[in-house]
């Protein structure tokens, strides 16, 4: 599935760089490599998500009417970048924390923003708006076209390392949704199955640690400081 998607969004998605800092490695005592995904198009690796489930749905002549989807920026600017690439009216639902930036640059892609209270109001308008006839919702990561999406960035990385004679025993990626890091296992487990995956998360919002600790989701009572 991932490979499959990394060739329907080659045309929109681009190929991001690889970084290292021999200060950095110079201090740990390791070889690390940063993937640069802050300059892909809209400044994120949720676009990557956002066309694999659009592109896919094109390939299958099943396009939507209508697209929305739930964010707090990054997923916001993907949806409505990618919608645009279709010609798909979106509206992004939103909580009043949007930064006026990520909620500028949306507009900018041509989506239409609602905005609500709190997260929790804009997640139940969303749901609603999604079962409304011809309207898909797009969902920010729990989603296997999402994350199929996301995968291709570990995949890509993956095959720029080896390209350089390079075979990592780690790979580290940061857990919101979780949608990247899911997509970050699959990848790895194919092509390096002795490798680590580690997901990392700030203290104040540990609700991947807390759900895995109890065995349910666990759920941030508000928006983490």
Same mark, same amino acid.
Do not use: M
């Given at each position: ?58 390939? &299958?002549?099943?396009? *939507? &009417? %209508? ?32 930064? *006026? ?36 919702? =797009? ?6 076209? =999402?994350? $199929? ?20 025993? $780690?790979?580290?990626? *940061? ?8 997509? $970050?296992?699959?990848?790895? +487990? ?11 998360? *700030? ?15 666990? %759920?941030? +009572?508000?928006?983490? +400081?």
């Amino acid at each position: 599935d991932i490979e499959a998607a990394q060739k329907r969004i080659s045309n929109i998605v681009k190929q991001t760089p690889i970084f290292e800092s021999r200060l950095l490695n110079h201090w740990l005592g390791h070889q690390i490599y940063f993937k640069a995904e802050c300059l892909q198009r809209t400044g994120a690796f949720k676009l990557r998500g956002a066309t694999n489930i659009l592109a896919k749905l094109h390939e &299958q002549g099943e396009l *939507p &009417q %209508r697209v929305v989807a739930n964010s707090s920026g990054n997923h916001a600017q993907a949806v409505a970048f990618a919608c645009a690439q279709f010609g798909i009216p979106v509206s992004i639902y939103c909580a009043d924390t949007i930064s *006026p930036i990520k909620a500028a640059a949306t507009k900018f892609y041509g989506a239409k923003i609602k905005v609500f209270a709190s997260r929790e109001e804009a997640d139940l308008a969303v749901e609603e708006a999604g079962d409304e006839e011809g309207t898909l919702w =797009i969902p920010p990561f729990n989603h296997p076209d =999402i994350i $199929a999406g996301q995968g291709t960035l570990t995949l890509e990385a993956l095959q720029q390392l080896a390209e350089t004679g390079v075979e990592p025993d $780690a790979v580290f990626a *940061p857990c919101g949704g979780g949608g990247l890091l899911s997509g $970050a296992i699959i990848a790895t +487990n194919a092509r390096l199955p002795n490798a680590e995956v580690v997901g990392a998360e *700030p203290l104040n919002a540990n609700d991947a640690a807390r759900s895995l600790q109890s065995g349910k989701i666990e %759920r941030l +009572n508000g928006t983490p +400081n």
